[in-house]
Nanobody
Framework: QVQLVESGGGLVQAGGSLRLSCAAS????????MGWFRQAPGKEREFVAG????????YYADSVKGRFTIARDNAKNTVYLQMNSLKPEDTAVYYC?????????????????WGQGTQVTVSS
């Protein structure tokens, strides 16, 4: 089991930046591949970014490529999502997720553990 707690959300103007953090506790953090997802009102939860257990491989949704960066610090049991050039369409609740599998994954059902989410609102 791993427990995940997101932080860093808030209100920002379009073009601004935010850095989300997800702190993990429980089993060895480096055993988990990690992902960030988001869910806007009335929409399905969608993949944003993922990172391998060691942090060497990252992958992104097309909608955030070049603007968002995922990173992890296994010594601090934390995964980050740096979000730059934010747009109003990035407004959503952002969730971090963890899973013990090895292969990259972009679907919510491929992750077993979830945080409670943090709200990101981008004003125009």
């Amino acid at each position: 089991q791993v427990q995940l707690v997101e932080s860093g959300g808030g209100l920002v103007q379009a073009g601004g930046s935010l850095r989300l953090s997800c702190a993990a506790s429980g089993r060895t953090f480096s055993s988990y591949r990690m992902g960030w997802f988001r869910q806007a009102p009335g929409k399905e939860r969608e993949f944003v970014a993922g990172i391998s257990k060691g942090g060497r491989r990252t992958y992104y949704a097309d909608s955030v490529k070049g603007r968002f960066t995922i990173a992890r610090d296994n010594a601090k049991n934390t995964v980050y999502l740096q979000m730059n050039s934010l747009k109003p369409e990035d407004t959503a609740v952002y969730y971090c997720a963890a899973d013990l599998s090895m292969t990259p994954a972009e679907r919510p059902y491929e992750y077993d553990f979830w945080g409670q989410g943090t709200q990101v609102t981008v004003s125009s």
